[in-house]
């Protein structure tokens, strides 16, 4: 575990074209900070990982950056952040580090997981964190890495770890994706607020959105809430998620669907990746993802 | 603790600071706890048992018995019988939800608490203001922010979607 690793990364010009890879964006947002939207990100890259995907996770909240703990890095071994690539530094995918280990599950062998799980953190550092405040960044250039990473780590797919609330970073984020994902609680603020959000990303011309509802306490009738959610949205709720303590234990210790393969917040999150695989599908039009293996390079 | 006091009981949120829900106590009535409809206090989740727990106030403590295999975990261990403390969270089973008895001050005053506190039958704060909502969207969605906005999005996603950089025709 913990095993980041700079990547040394091949020149993929001069080799042969690289098999087709499903290629999505995904943004995840929600409108307040604490719906556990890191840790759903992370938790669904390690269960897309685990089809023998390839995936990425960008951490584009540059003012709050945390999803590397969950990944269990150590910030020090870090190159280069996003940071550095806004800052014209470096490419995107220097940035990368490889976190397969984290997705791998015990007992199997390196050489047997397909999948890989790819980091592209933010910078830690104060200074850092107080230029982009400060100065902001060109969120074109920030579309343009998405699209590099995704062409030269080969994804399946890039999940983006936005920074709360509505901005115009998050904004262009959001817009460039090919899926909204949405996260909230059950709770009136989250509810009116996100519908703001739900809509200027509509306006913006995303065309898929979906939502999962979070910490979603006991004694809650889950099938009238997704009802209600849905028709208020009109956009699917693919996962509702129970509140649960041992989510907030682990917390930043690990990654939950690793140690608890068979909690019920697992198990619903494992539906929810599975409406991602199949919008992946339905898009590339193409037969299910394939399990493991994956094709190799020819 | 003293005979006057009133007690509730309170379902906390995952980080253990507020409660989402709370339920008041009555000294002289035992109340029960689990996952079927019939329980006093009704826990919709699968890590419940049906009939998990019963409450009592025996002498001058509450005092909360297990009726399921699952047990009640208290400070680090299940336990088939706890006699609770003000405070002190406790959990049906090991990994259920957690609960705190509280004291209830003689006058309830609001605090910022309280209106973190999630009622499920108050399901029906989840209700969409879509005046308020489209009154917000107007504002934005007018602005030249966002306009601008929507102008660099559809060039962006162009190029993300088009080939490779290409700018689209």
């Known amino acids: 575990m913990g095993d980041a690793q700079a990547l040394r990364f091949r020149d993929l010009s001069s080799e042969s074209p690289t098999p087709a890879r499903l290629g999505r964006i995904v943004s995840i947002h929600s409108f307040r900070g604490g719906t556990g939207k890191s840790n759903s990100t992370a938790n669904l890259a390690v269960l897309l990982a685990r089809q023998g995907l390839r995936v990425g996770v960008i951490d584009t909240d540059i003012q709050s950056p945390g999803i590397h703990v969950l990944f269990q890095c ?104 090919d899926l909204f994902l949405l996260l909230l609680r059950p709770d009136a603020q989250d509810f009116q607020g996100t519908s703001v959000t739900l809509e200027l990303a509509r306006r913006l011309g995303v065309e898929e959105i979906k939502v999962i509802l979070n910490k979603v306490p006991p004694g809650i009738d889950a099938d009238g809430l997704k009802a209600r959610v849905e028709s208020a949205y009109e956009v699917p709720v693919i996962g509702i998620l129970p509140l649960s303590h041992d989510v907030a234990r682990l917390a930043s210790a690990g990654v939950f669907v690793t140690r608890f393969p068979d909690h019920p917040w697992t198990i619903e999150l494992e539906g929810a990746a599975r409406e991602l695989l199949a919008m992946g599908t339905l898009r590339a039009g193409a037969s299910p993802p394939p399990p493991q293996p994956r094709m190799g390079q020819s | 603790m003293d005979e006057t006091t009133t007690h509730r009981l309170e379902l906390l949120d995952a980080d253990r600071h507020h409660a989402l829900q709370a339920w008041d106590l009555d000294s002289g009535r035992e109340v029960s706890l689990g996952r079927a409809r019939t329980n006093d206090i009704v826990l919709a989740s699968p890590l ?54 509280a004291k209830v001050a003689p006058l309830q005053v609001f605090d910022t608490e309280s209106t973190m506190r999630f009622r499920p039958e108050n399901l029906g704060i989840l209700v969409l203001d879509s005046v308020r909502r489209d009154r917000e969207v107007a504002e934005i969605v007018e602005s030249d922010f966002f306009r601008h906005l929507e102008q660099r999005a559809s060039r962006l996603r162009g190029k993300t979607r088009g080939d490779d950089g290409a700018e689209p025709a």
Request: charged fraction near 25%.
């Open chain 1, 74 to 177: 150590d910030p020090t071994s870090f190159r280069h952040a996003l940071n550095d690539y806004l800052w014209g530094r470096c490419e995107i995918q220097d940035a990368a580090v490889d976190v397969t280990g984290v997705a791998r599950p015990d007992g199997i062998e390196e050489s047997d997981f397909a999948g890989r799980l790819f980091l592209v953190p933010s910078s830690l550092d104060a200074g850092d964190i107080a230029r982009v405040l400060r100065d902001g960044y060109d969120a074109g250039l920030l579309g343009k890495g998405f699209r590099d990473l995704v062409h030269t780590l080969e994804l399946d797919y890039l999940l983006i770890d936005t920074h709360p609330g509505v901005n115009e970073e998050t904004l262009l984020s959001i817009a460039i994706s």
């Open chain 2, 48 to 101: 419940v048992s049906r009939q998990h727990a019963r409450l009592r106030f025996v002498e001058s403590c509450w005092v909360i018995e297990a009726q399921s295999e699952l047990g009640v975990w208290w400070r680090g261990g299940l336990r088939s019988r706890v006699a609770l403390e003000e405070g002190v969270a406790f959990a049906l089973g090991e990994h259920g939800p957690s609960l705190r008895l």
